[in-house]
């Protein structure tokens, strides 16, 4: 089982704000990850933690904060040190991100043939290595497009493991997959962990496979860091927004006339503006 | 004033959509002629299949389509040449039309229908479904797997694309010289070729690069800027073309002008 050391970080962030256009989706979130463990990043639809996700692998720029990676920070990073940072990490997307015109094995082994030397026989021992580490052996002539989903998500892992990342990120490892395969996915991170000691983070609202893979998760909500601790913490936290999102607790229904009034004779304010425009 | 306020900030639109093409454009041909020199070689590979693509894949209704031309000019031609008896002129008038300005022309269009709106969607799709992201944390440029590659095609496959139009125009006009007008087929070939200078041909080939470069920076810039959704891809295809078209028409205006002026001194 994992015990926090007082190890450096591999990530760790700073009052990390991020925006598209001028609306700002996380306001400000500092948390660190410790080397070897499985952070898991929960949070309900639209409360910023694929934002949070893309801004760690550095698609999305943070408008101000700090996320400092292997000790480079992403935000002050220039593309050419941004890819060094790059070719440390491994990410699997939610969809696979597989490339259609590609075969299976070719996907694996594009990073390969992008950033390294290696002869060509020696990347297609690496390749059929990582698929039988994600349980794919024989699939390499595949196309994509021939894969279920979970095959697809396990496809996706044995790319992102190409070039032996330091630190794995997963969106959504477990979304739209049935039960089964859904818990074949979790399985494989907790063999990914066992195995290699990689740093893995992942997304997503799931909470079972959250509290199966987990050392450590952390509850986004509405763009504010809401809670971080063990699964056993978050399991007897009592924060209101962590015990709602643990027990599946809908949005309450607004109550009382005043605010239902409110509600309904409630104008934006840039609409009042044009109306007030208009009316001039 | 409104009216005047959507002039200006239509016109700001313009301009930055050209400053992104040209950024687009630039880091494409930085990936291709440099940057093979600092130890990132080139993905020749993909730039050849491309090449087919756009290029050999294209032959057949090109071919079709610029003997029509050829054949409607010549018919065009005819009619208005008939008057003063020279109907003789029509080799000169076809060949010198075509590779001056409707081969290139022509070509690009077909190419944008062929090959501007499957860039777009090419790439639009890939950024629905997260591709370019994961090649950007991958650490592979996107510019520089996926556009520089059709940079180079397209560059090389559009002046010869337009050689061969140029040569099927011509015998689709050499239909009509020989049923119509008295030619033997090797001397309304060689009617077009007295009269063709080279400046008539690489003005046109000129051009076609300028088109090629145009085609592959709009199709490509409209892929990636794809928003979320698939109806989306849709939505770049069709702005690629259209744009495809009405910028290719622009820099052939640019050019025309520019040759005209310029040989006029």
Partial sequence: MFTPTQAEPVISLRNLRVCYGEREILHGISFDVLPGETLVILGGSGSGKSTLLRTLVGLEKPSAGEIVIKGQDLAKASAAELDEIRRKIGMSFQGGALFGSMTVGENVALPLREHTRLEESTIEIILRLKLEQVGLEGFEYYSPSQLSGGMKKRAAVARALAMDPEILFFDEPSAGLDPIIAAGIDELIVQLKRAFRMTIIVVTHELASAFLIADRMLLIDKGNLVALGTPEEMRSSTQPRVRQFLDRVAEPEISGEMDYLQMLTAERPNAQRTTGKRGQ | ?265
Avoid at chain 2, 104 to 115: E, F, H, K
Avoid at chain 2, 159 to 181: H, Y
Avoid at chain 2, 191 to 206: K, M
Avoid at chain 2, 228 to 247: H, K, N
């Fill in chain 2, 1 to 265: 004033m409104e009216i005047v306020a959507q002039l200006g900030s239509s016109t700001l639109t313009g301009l930055s959509y050209i400053g992104s093409l040209a950024s687009l454009g630039a880091r494409a041909a930085y990936d291709t002629l440099v940057a093979p020199f600092q130890r990132k070689p080139l993905r020749l590979q993909r730039a050849v299949s491309q090449a087919m693509e756009v290029g050999v894949r294209c032959l057949p209704i090109l071919s079709l389509i610029t003997f029509f031309i050829g054949l409607i000019l010549a018919l065009q031609a005819a009619y208005e040449l008939r008057k003063f008896g020279a109907i003789s002129a029509v080799a000169t008038a076809v060949a010198v039309t075509m590779s001056r300005e409707l081969g290139p022309l022509i070509t690009a269009v077909v190419v944008i229908g062929r090959s501007g709106s499957a860039f777009a969607a090419e790439i639009g799709t890939m950024k629905v479904s997260e591709e370019i992201d994961a090649l950007e944390t991958m650490a592979i440029s996107p510019i520089r797997f996926l556009v520089a590659p059709k940079f180079l095609a397209m560059m090389v496959m559009l002046p010869c694309l337009t050689i061969w139009a140029n040569a099927m125009g011509i015998f689709g006009g050499a239909l009509f010289g020989i049923t119509q007008a008295d030619f033997t087929f090797t001397r309304y070939i060689r009617a077009s070729i007295d009269s063709l200078l080279l400046h008539d041909i690489t003005t046109g080939l000129v051009k076609s690069v300028m088109f090629g470069i145009t085609i592959t920076a709009v199709g490509c810039l409209e892929g990636l800027s794809t928003g979320a959704g698939a109806e989306q891809v849709g939505r770049s295809t069709t702005r690629a073309v259209v744009m495809s078209i009405f910028l290719v028409v622009v820099v052939d205006l640019f050019f025309t002008a520019l040759f005209f002026f310029a040989g006029n001194q």
